[in-house]
Structure formats: C-alpha cells, structure tokens
C-alpha cells in the first residue's frame, strides 16, 4: 500500500545496482525506491539514505511534500 502510494502507478525509468545486493528503483513521478537483499544494513552518506538488512526504503519526489 504505501508504494502504490508513492509510485501512484507511476511508470518505472530506470534500475540500477548501487551496491552488491542493493537496488534503486526510479519511478516517472521521481519516487525512489531502495531494496537491500542483504544480511547488512546498507548505509549510504553520499545520498542520504540506510536500509535494513533484507528491507525497502521509500522516498518520495521532492515535489510531492512527503518525503
């Protein structure tokens, strides 16, 4: 529910690997989405972002005023 939420059915743009085991999925509406397939946490300064091991992170486009 909250993805659809975020992607509001929003196309996907573009997948890339950040890291090994560590995906962002980017949507038309700029809504990211982060999943660590991992046993680690993933921590990225450079942009902001944790993940839990084995979890998601949602955020939202700038423009939306929910991230």
Do not use: W
């Not at 950040?18 to 989405?33: E, W």
């Not at 397939?37 to 486009?61: K, Q, R, W």
Request: glycine share 10%.
């Amino acid at each position: 529910k909250q993805l659809y939420a975020a992607t509001n059915g929003s196309r996907m743009v573009m997948h890339t690997i950040i890291d090994n085991g560590v995906a962002c999925t980017t949507y038309a509406n700029g809504a990211k989405v982060y999943v660590n397939h991992t046993n680690s946490a993933f921590n990225d300064e450079s942009i902001g972002i944790s993940v839990d091991p084995m979890g998601y992170l949602i955020c939202e486009s700038e423009g939306s005023g929910n991230e």
